[in-house]
């Protein structure tokens, strides 16, 4: 019994043994796997933690590129254009990428709009259309004074693009008392790096199309300081071409009817013109920055103002300076006429190209002696059609009246020379000659006048038509290319030039019709223009 009692105990501890060593294994096993459990845990954790700092850092990337971005729009706003012509970029800081960046934007053309009198011109939204629509070009937007003189504008034009002081006595001009000769401070410049490599092409919408040529004028010269007492080296090659919408290359007679005397060039006393111009002398007067900044007026080079100790009251109504030297004045036939002559040694250049685009909103009534009056088209213009409907009927009648003061002047003259019946003393008739001087006996001569000027109401020569045919505000003849300079051609439409096949020819004007259009229709935002400003871009980058 003993021995099996031991032997009984003997596989108990064996048993007990064996599971012992089975708990244990299982320990093992258990505790190898919370340690493996612990270690992807770990490496969860560790790569959880990598994901956020790769998260972190790509977002500082992506914030880093934002705020790169921002930048580089804003540099782009100030320079006038966006990121549209720069899509094709190479990004980066290699030396090789910002060298392709320098050549593509060389490559680039550059046009340059000019507004007209009061700020008027191509529309904003058309001009970011024709940024997104040209990436391959870029399009700056010059301000100059919207009231300032032709000469004014164009040397705050050329300031503002190259950068610098504005020194108003470029080319020894003759400042008018009051008048400053430097601007109020250095300009950046829209493009700096403009030359004889660099052109640009000028868009030039009404007033703007005498300060581009004018602005030509001077670079032709090398009359613009540089601010060192020296003179920048330029010339005429700077720029490549002008276009003139509704330009007045040769002047208006609108002014007259706002007030501006024939004879002395000055706004007569309370006209229309003349509180205009009392309206600027009280806002320049007065200084206040916002409202100049808004009217877009820049003349603190005028010394008008009250911390110079100028009375209101000597400035409106005793001395009225800017009376020489303002747009309204530029804009008459004879000082445009002045303008023309005196740059007519400089230009034309020979390597410029010359474009000029003209309009007419006035149809021709043949039983009212041919007269031209506006179209109904010019009442869409609302409250505009209010000032450019008498304008438009204004300049009709003045050169309508002019028509037939010369006919009949000329039919007076063939009279004079023409035998014509008299009745003798004894009551017969004979023939002789009648006498310019004394008395028409007669009144044959008379007579026959008004016959012929009835008669010349049926006739007009395309001279005479294209100086009654008007847009509102200019007469055709006045956007034709000036007088002084010579034209190589002339289309009916932009389809006709396009579907020449040519280039636009250097040295001389071409002419391009706008079809029934008046002058505000070219600064309205419409599908025509869009598609038309595209096409004419186009064409002068070509």
């Not at 505790?31 to 992807?40: I, L």
């Not at 971005?69 to 094709?88: K, P, Q, V």
């Not at 610098?164 to 829209?190: F, K, Q, S, T, W």
């Not at 059609?385 to 037939?404: D, E, G, K, M, T």
């Amino acid at each position: 019994m003993n021995d099996e009692e031991e032997d009984e105990e003997d596989d108990e501890d064996e048993e007990d043994e064996d599971e012992e060593d089975e708990d244990e294994e299982d320990e093992d096993e258990e505790d190898e796997e919370d340690e493996d459990e612990e270690d992807e845990d770990e490496e969860d954790e560790d790569e959880e933690d990598e994901d956020e700092e790769d998260e972190d850092e790509e977002d500082e990337d992506e914030e880093d590129e934002d705020e790169e971005d921002e930048d580089e729009e804003d540099e782009e706003d100030e320079l006038g254009h966006t990121n549209s012509g720069t899509n094709y970029y190479v990004t980066g800081d290699t030396r090789e990428s910002w060298m392709i960046k320098e050549r593509t934007r060389e490559a680039q053309a550059v046009f340059v709009i000019l507004d007209g009198l009061f700020g008027g011109g191509i529309s904003r939204d058309v001009r970011r259309y024709l940024r997104s629509k040209l990436g391959g070009c870029r399009f700056l937007s010059v301000k100059c004074g919207h009231v300032s003189s032709v000469h004014d504008r164009a040397v705050e034009c050329f300031y503002a693009l190259k950068g610098g002081r504005v020194d108003y006595n470029a080319g020894g001009y003759a400042l008018e008392e009051g008048h400053g000769r430097y601007g109020g401070r250095d300009m950046a410049g829209l493009y700096p790096e403009w030359s004889e490599e660099r052109p640009i092409h000028i868009l030039a919408y009404s007033l703007g199309a005498p300060t581009a040529r004018y602005l030509q004028y001077l670079l032709a010269r090398s009359e613009l300081t540089d601010g060192r007492g020296g003179r920048h080296v330029t010339s005429g090659r700077w720029i490549r071409s002008i276009c003139t919408l509704n330009g007045v290359n040769n002047g208006t007679s609108a002014v007259f009817a706002v007030g501006l005397s024939p004879s002395s060039l000055r706004p007569l006393p309370a006209s229309i013109l003349w509180w205009i111009f009392s309206l600027i002398y009280f806002l320049v007067w007065c200084d206040h920055d916002p409202e100049n900044e808004c009217l877009g007026l820049r003349l603190r080079h005028w010394n008008v103002r009250r911390e110079q100790g100028v009375s209101l009251l000597r400035l409106l109504f005793l001395w009225r300076p800017g009376g020489q030297d303002n747009g309204g004045r530029d804009l008459s036939p004879q000082r445009m006429r002045e303008l023309n002559d005196k740059m007519k040694a400089v230009l034309p250049c020979s390597e410029t190209r010359y474009l000029a685009c003209f309009s007419s909103s006035t149809q021709q009534w043949r039983m009212l002696g041919r007269l031209q009056l506006p179209t109904v088209k010019l009442l869409r213009h609302l409250p505009f059609a209010l000032f450019l409907l008498p304008l438009s009927l204004f300049v009709s009648f003045l050169a309508f009246v002019r028509r037939i003061s010369s006919c009949s002047s000329e039919a007076t003259r063939r009279a004079k020379h023409e035998k014509v019946h008299v009745k003798s003393v004894g009551g017969g008739e004979e023939e002789q000659e009648e006498d310019k001087t004394g008395t028409l006996r007669t009144g044959s001569v008379a007579c026959n006048a008004c016959c012929s000027a009835r008669s010349s109401c049926s006739i007009c020569t395309a001279a005479e038509e294209e100086e009654e045919a008007n847009d509102g505000l200019v007469a055709v003849a006045g956007q034709l290319p000036p007088r002084t300079e010579p034209v190589v051609a002339t289309y009916s439409c932009i389809c006709k030039l396009e579907g020449a096949g040519r280039r636009l020819q250097g040295g001389g004007w071409t002419s391009v019709r706008v079809c029934h259009r008046d002058h505000i229709d070219m600064t309205e935002d419409g599908e025509w223009q869009r598609r038309w400003l595209e096409k004419l871009c186009m064409l002068i980058a070509a």
